[in-house]
């Protein structure tokens, strides 16, 4: 009878080890969700909030946008005009 009680207590030990482990597993799982979210939010913010500021900045000016390529093509034809 002893070996049998010797067992049953081994299995439960290596039942409450398991459970342990899932414990720990489910906690390291949740605090690595919630450390990838953070630094996802940081870098999308860090990466987008300078092209918002671009964009609300081509919003509000009260001239149209002209690329700077377009603009020096410009710069450069009135200046052959005049040339002539």
Do not use: C, D, W
């Not at 080890?17 to 720990?24: I, K, L, V």
């Amino acid at each position: 009878m002893k070996k049998g009680t010797e067992t049953a207590a081994a299995s439960q030990n290596n039942n409450n080890r398991a459970q342990a482990n899932e414990n720990e597993s489910i906690a390291f799982e949740t605090a690595s969700r919630f450390v990838k979210g953070g630094l996802s939010g940081l870098l999308s913010g860090a990466v987008l909030q300078p092209l918002q500021v671009i964009k609300t900045s081509m919003q509000v000016s009260r001239r149209p946008y002209v690329p700077p390529v377009h603009e020096a093509e410009a710069t450069v034809e009135k200046n052959m005009t005049e040339a002539k």
